[in-house]
């Protein structure tokens, strides 16, 4: 175990040095301080405040790490760990994680630091075995695994029986009729998780049923994770059964099932994994569960870690599990029902054309119940970004056209508007107060041209820094940083400072770097690599405009901006040109890259790409420059729908608080008020909180539309653009003479004179 005195030797300073850094007692210089807290993490040093000041006195108290208590389940174990305690003249440090690697460390490290008695804990970290065995056994410390056990650490460990239950409930499933069913887990590396699927698994090849890996379902532990799978899973055609490993996962699913119209048991019985409950009225109507002895796991789990107290010479750690009160007892399985089919019969079609994203996804997901409510089906298309535009424009011009609503990005209004292609909903928006009451004014107002309102507001995003907090923050790593650059390691605020972290995170300039790559520019969508090019031309004065409205790209500043992005592409895999949106996720999600410049819509999808634990490593700030693109997506109405009426009603509900919610949920970036003033969802999504500040400060992209003979795609003028700067990249032109070119060709695009 390190000492004081071994981490002053490490640091080359003095013990009084040390202490002073710790303790805040003396002023301690921050590159002394860097190089000290670089060795204390090194050397896992822990400060001990108990040991100083009760030395010769026996603790007695227990640091108690849950990952919530929102499960009910913990909840128990909770109140049986604090029963027992209390009667045996103990107190309890209760703390919770809320489902973070990170602060669960913290919090175990201040634990051990007061010198506690023991620990007992629900880890949300079992595969991090280096740090428990270099914190709590390393240390001594003796401990209480609950539910989810690191592999080959030798400490107690007490579990539930999921295996047998498992195994139990699907072969009486099997039994009564049932052959589709589902199981429904958490994250596939925690044990209790695991023992779930292989109880599952061999109740179908003991019954001489083949089991497939798509009848497992896995997810984070949450409701809203729950919820989620269902909607994209499971509630277009639901399984007869559904078994899954927790409440909370259960309570998703029927939320799902609720929205859908689904009914428990009649159209799919769900059976989950509960506990012990006197009290009928704390379960869902029509839902299934075991009965576990929650509340004895915590009891004894204090009396498991006395034993380890009080014979610390000879005792041997306990690994138990304990069995739902479910195995050999009655249940009451309903017949297995027939195959799902809805009875529903539409009177009326919507059609929607769309490109894929998360809120549209989102929206197509939750659009049953409005489907439900009117007696109307309907149904999206859903083509690619160049496909949208191209068939907005060529159904506009027919006699009937197919669709009655139009996906459209905010950069296309002023080509759609003036090509007529749009119905004027102007007295729609301004007539009922619920618009302007309910959705975010800076998205509203992006439907609006000149005075007219040609969409309802869909996305509504912003433009965002993703970054590694857990790689900013690293001791080792802030002081590596400060010597090349004589300042601190942050969030960039510029994109000199943008291309410097870059360029520290890059293996090929910095050997030390534990990121492959810097960052990544998506540039396999025009539209994409434009709103990259377009937040630096801002950033650094310039623009497609000079300051008398003329177009006009070859200038210092521009020059500037565009160097700046050619700069960028050396710290990343790809280059400008070959990176996607997906595998700009996946490279950040899976440790590749150390920043992304994306979009709040997204953010569910980049969390959902995280691997490990870096899942909670992760910050947001504003993009470098402060010049955030203003970004979304609108429905707009077809000229030729007769469905008019009933397209007002769907914006109506849509703006709804329980819709804006649900679609939030589901991955969405929603443009209504509510998720904004809602706390528990800005817990859950908590890059929205920049969307205010960024709302501010973003800016239009404002394209040339009209030329002499037609209207101008915005699309056509992002080629041009990003040909040039690929160019420029390829060292085929200079940055000026790529600037000069997309100038001339934009100018011919519009038989303009040259400048």
């Not at 596939?188 to 695991?194: L, P």
């Not at 060292?731 to 519009?750: N, P, S």
Request: charged residues 20%.
């Amino acid at each position: 175990m390190a000492t004081l005195k071994d981490v002053a030797e490490r640091a080359g300073v003095s013990i009084a040095t040390v202490s002073n850094c710790l303790n805040n007692t003396k002023s301690v210089k921050p590159a002394t301080r860097t190089r000290i807290m670089s060795v204390i993490e090194e050397l896992n040093y822990i400060p001990n405040a108990s040991a100083r000041n009760l030395k010769s006195e026996t603790s007695r108290e227990i640091g108690v790490v849950f990952p919530d208590i929102d499960d009910s389940c913990h909840s128990d174990i909770l109140k049986g760990i604090i029963s027992r305690a209390e009667s045996m003249d103990y107190s309890l440090n209760i703390s919770f994680s809320y489902h973070t690697p990170k602060l669960e460390r913290k919090i175990i490290d201040q634990l051990i630091g007061r010198n506690v008695a023991g620990l007992i804990l629900i880890s949300c970290q079992p595969d991090n075995v280096e740090y428990f065995q270099n914190s709590i056994i390393r240390h001594n410390v003796p401990a209480v695994f609950l539910e989810h056990f690191p592999d080959s650490i030798d400490a107690n460990f007490l579990a539930f029986d999921n295996y047998n239950s498992c195994y139990y409930l699907t072969k009486k499933l099997i039994e009564n009729g049932y052959t589709n069913i589902k199981l429904m887990i958490g994250h596939s590396e925690f044990f209790t998780e695991r023992e779930c699927l292989r109880g599952f698994s061999d109740a179908h090849d003991d019954l001489g049923l083949d089991f497939s890996m798509n009848q497992m379902i896995e997810t984070r532990f949450t409701t809203e994770s729950a919820f989620r799978k269902a909607m994209f899973n499971i509630v277009e055609e639901p399984p007869q059964a559904i078994i899954t490993s927790s409440y909370p996962l259960a309570k998703g699913i029927i939320e799902a099932f609720n929205l859908c119209s689904i009914k428990v048991p009649k159209d799919t019985c769900i059976i989950t994994l509960g506990e012990e409950s006197w009290n009928e009225s704390n379960y869902l109507p029509n839902l299934i569960h075991t009965s576990r002895t929650a509340h004895t796991m915590g009891i004894r789990s204090i009396d498991v870690l006395m034993k380890n107290l009080h014979e610390p010479a000879f005792f041997e750690k306990e690994f138990m599990l304990f069995k739902d009160n479910v195995i050999g007892s009655h249940l009451n399985i309903p017949k297995a029902p027939a195959p799902y089919h809805s009875v529903r019969t539409p009177k009326r079609t919507l059609r929607i054309i769309a490109t894929s994203m998360p809120t549209i996804l989102s929206l197509h997901a939750v659009s049953r119940e409005f489907e439900r409510q009117h007696e109307v089906k309907i149904e999206f298309d859903f083509v690619s970004y160049r496909e949208l535009i191209e068939t907005i424009v060529s159904d506009s011009k027919r006699e009937k056209g197919r669709y009655d609503i139009y996906m459209f990005d905010v950069s296309w209004l002023t080509y759609l508007a003036n090509l007529d292609v749009l119905t004027d909903i102007t007295e729609l928006m301004t007539s009922n107060e619920l618009f302007s009451k309910h959705l975010v004014p800076k998205n509203l107002a992006n439907a609006c041209y000149k005075g007219r309102f040609y969409g309802f507001p869909i996305v509504g995003g912003s433009h965002i820094l993703f970054y590694r907090k857990d790689l900013f923050e690293q001791p080792t790593i802030q002081h590596q940083f400060e010597s090349l650059y004589n300042m601190p390691l942050r969030p960039p605020k510029t994109w000199k400072e943008f291309n410097g972290i870059a360029q520290f995170f890059t293996k090929k300039y910095n050997p030390y770097s534990p990121t492959l790559y810097g960052t990544s520019i998506i540039g396999s969508v025009n539209e994409e690599f434009a709103l990259e090019l377009q937040i630096r031309l801002w950033s650094f004065g310039g623009g497609l405009f000079d300051s008398s409205g003329r177009l006009k790209l070859d200038t210092p500043q521009n020059i500037k901006a565009l160097q700046s992005l050619l700069d960028t592409a050396m710290y990343t895999e790809n280059g400008i040109s070959d990176t996607s949106i997906n595998s700009s996720f996946y490279d950040f999600g899976s440790g590749r890259t150390a920043m992304l410049l994306s979009f709040t819509e997204y953010g569910t999808l980049i969390n959902d790409c995280l691997h490990g634990d870096i899942i909670t490593k992760i910050d947001y700030s504003m993009v470098p420059g402060q010049t955030p693109a203003n970004v979304g997506w609108h429905m707009g109405i077809s000229r030729t729908t007769r469905h008019t009426e009933l397209i007002a009603n769907y914006f109506k509900w849509i703006c709804q608080k329980q819709t804006s919610y649900y679609m939030t949920t589901l991955n969405g970036q929603s443009t209504v008020l509510h998720p904004y003033e809602n706390q528990e969802i800005l817990r859950l999504y908590p890059w929205m909180k920049l969307n205010t500040k960024c709302f501010e400060k973003a800016r239009n992209r404002i394209y040339p539309y009209q030329s002499a003979e037609r209207i101008i795609p915005p699309y056509e003028i992002e080629t041009i653009l990003q040909d040039v700067c690929q160019k420029a990249y390829r060292k085929e032109l200079t940055v000026q003479d790529a600037l000069r070119q997309a100038e001339k060709r934009i100018q011919a695009l519009f038989k303009l004179k040259s400048l």
